[in-house]
């Protein structure tokens, strides 16, 4: 099974020359809540985190197939469930932004389109483009969202972000991704932390000339996951 995993980084750097600072951290005043927004996008934060905790524990444990399967499939249905809530709410106000409900209810947001169908990523990506030029939500999200994309469309990642595991050897792989030379400049960019840093998470090391000579090798492996998918 493929398993596709994310990271939320903020950093804090600005564009020099008077440009668009990178969004990397809000004003927020909770006293300009929306109440009722925030507490449905809490709820929904829990709903599509609670599940995948549950399944990565299980994992973590050894449990069963029928388990984790079983624990995979209430995670789908409620992650479209949290998509009927969240694209109604996206529909009626647009972006809601952490100024508006917090962190975490915004946040909510981003997690359940990063979990949704590509169709519905595409939908949604110029609105959270144009959020994150206002200020409205971290870069590092908007950069994670394009990678997920990216992938999903088979084109090499920007950002680095998006790693799989390979079924039959249980090793990890970064996906391919574009003019590795300058990945961390991008990286920097949007608030994410050098690549070595955050493959060090993983318990790898990275080596950019390395991945050069891999990435035939990391195709090959998707390939062959596709066709038994």
Excluded at 56 to 77: F, Y
Excluded at 84 to 108: F, H, N, R
Excluded at 122 to 131: S, T
Aim: charged share 25%; net charge positive.
């Amino acid at each position: 099974m493929q398993i596709l995993k994310s990271y939320i980084v903020a950093a804090s750097l600005l564009y020099a020359g008077g440009a668009q600072a990178q969004v990397n951290s809000f004003n927020i005043d909770s006293a300009k809540f929306n109440r009722p927004l925030k507490a449905t996008l809490d709820s929904v934060y829990q709903l599509d985190q609670a599940p995948r905790f549950k399944l990565l524990e299980a994992r973590q444990k050894n449990e069963s197939t029928a388990r984790i399967d079983s624990l995979g499939k209430a995670m789908v249905a409620q992650d479209h469930k949290n998509l009927e809530t969240c694209i109604a709410l996206l529909d009626k106000y647009g972006w809601i932004s952490p100024q508006q409900v917090g962190m975490e209810g915004s946040q909510a947001l981003f997690l359940v389109i990063q979990h949704a169908d590509l169709p519905t990523q595409k939908k949604y990506l110029p609105m959270i483009r144009e959020a994150e030029r206002k200020g409205e939500i971290l870069s590092s999200n908007l950069a994670i969202l394009e990678d997920r994309i990216n992938v999903r469309e088979g084109t090499p990642q920007q950002y680095g972000s998006q790693g799989f595991i390979d079924a039959e050897t249980g090793k990890r792989f970064i996906y391919p991704i574009a003019d590795v030379d300058h990945l961390d400049e991008r990286r920097k960019r949007m608030g994410l932390n050098p690549m070595a840093e955050y493959i060090k998470n993983q318990n790898q090391d990275w080596n950019p000339e390395q991945f050069k000579k891999q990435m035939p090798e990391i195709e090959k492996i998707i390939a062959r996951q596709k066709k038994k998918s």
